[in-house]
């Protein structure tokens, strides 16, 4: 039995991983280059029962030596600052490991501790047969530029939003393809500047939400609301810098330290949900299958939630002909994506009443705010949603 994954992600080189280490065929197919991919800025926070999932298959030895914990978060609202202790409720924590640095590690322990076959820079990937028992997956090979053909008992499509796979998803084709707009945007800013909180920081603002994110000792992610569609041109850093500024600003709160922006680029927050995430013999992970705004931090972690799950259905497939796990696969992912699907939205209304010009939105945020900071329920419910405690891979 071989397999076909799409896409080097993290969701992408789990499953390799799992499929490796259980001696099943796989070749895994990447557009970009092996340097894109372990540099590429992307999402940062893992939660702990996903650490603990890695750390059982023996990949998340890295992270385990280099990662920093969280265990508490801070609003800040109105100029005042509440620190929120989730981990003293939950009894777990988050692990601060940027992406580029999981996908370098995975990309290791797949192709040069195990001697797995990932192709970089392929062209033109296309799916054939996906509908039947022998489907195929052809690509252009980016040094020769002859078509390569790979036969495979099943396909992972693991190569994110815009990728190939999910259009083979469709609604035409018997999926349904549910979708939230937000109608906000965020500047999604990376700054070489030491962290400015020993936590992750939301600014609740009349003039837009900001956050406060560390990447590591030297690099900080910040987000700030913007209109949908914005130019990051319009965004100079001095405006940049005064705004975060503005919009984290709270009685006794350390000022931020500024540095050089290496990135800027608008999101526009939505989120969208494929059902089934599998159609014939092929499976969706990730972001092809959904897509949650980092509002909350969750996809990363629903990608690996994913990957972890489809891992686990093609070994029992390739070893035993338990196809069980393959044909319960979606429904098995589904409950844990709308989970975090909606939490995502009800924390995004969190964020966003203060400045959404409507004062019963604002009235009901900050309602929800109190609740969770003065509320012994209301704090352990949030905890539990925010760290995905639940999570039973």
């Known amino acids: 039995m071989t397999v076909v994954v799409v896409g080097a992600g993290p969701a992408g080189l789990t499953v390799a991983n799992i499929l490796r280490a259980a001696s099943v065929d796989c070749v895994v197919l990447e557009t970009e280059s092996r340097e894109f991919i372990e540099q590429r800025p992307r999402a940062g926070f893992l939660e702990e ?5 890695l750390e059982r298959r023996g990949l998340a030895g890295p992270l385990l030596e280099r990662a920093q ?152 992610r910040y987000y700030l609301e913007c209109p949908p569609g914005d130019d ?15 919009r984290l600003a709270a009685d006794g709160a350390p000022p931020l330290t500024e540095g050089r922006i290496v990135e800027k680029r608008v999101l526009d927050m939505h989120n969208y949900v494929v059902a089934p995430m599998s159609r014939g013999r092929l499976y969706l992970a990730g972001d092809a299958a959904h897509l949650t705004a980092p509002i909350a931090a969750k996809g990363m972690n629903l990608a690996l939630h994913d990957a972890l799950t489809l891992g686990d259905a093609l070994v029992a497939h390739a070893r035993d002909g338990d196809e069980s796990g393959l044909r319960g696969y979606s429904a098995d992912c589904l409950p844990r994506v709308w989970q975090y699907q909606e939490f995502s939205q009800w924390f995004a209304d969190v964020l966003h009443g203060a400045s959404s010009g409507d004062p019963f939105e604002a009235g009901v945020a900050d309602a929800r705010l109190r609740r969770l900071l003065a509320s012994s329920t209301g704090a352990a419910a949030f905890a539990e949603l925010y760290i995905g405690k639940n999570a039973d891979t």
């Open 232 to 246: 990051p041109a319009g965004w100079p850093d001095e405006r940049v810098w005064a705004e975060l500024h503005a």
């Open 69 to 220: 914990t969280h265990t508490e978060c801070e609003f800040r609202s109105a100029g005042e600052r509440h620190r929120f202790r989730y981990a003293e409720l939950s009894g777990h924590r988050h692990f601060v490991y940027p992406q580029p640095l999981l996908v370098t590690d995975l990309v290791r322990a797949y192709a040069d501790h195990a001697g797995g076959d990932i192709r970089f820079g392929v062209r033109d990937v296309r799916l054939h047969d996906i509908d039947t028992d022998r489907p195929a997956v052809s690509y252009t090979d980016p040094a020769t530029g002859e078509r390569v053909r790979l036969d495979c008992a099943a396909v992972a499509g693991c190569d994110g939003a815009r990728g190939v796979t999910r259009a083979h998803l469709t609604e035409g084709q018997g999926a349904v393809v549910a979708r939230r707009d937000y109608g906000i945007g965020w500047l999604a800013l990376l700054a070489e500047a030491p962290p400015s909180s020993d936590c992750v920081v939301f600014g609740l603002h009349p003039r837009g939400f900001a956050a406060h994110m560390a990447r590591s000792p030297e690099i900080t």
């Open 49 to 53: 029962w996903a650490v603990r999932a």
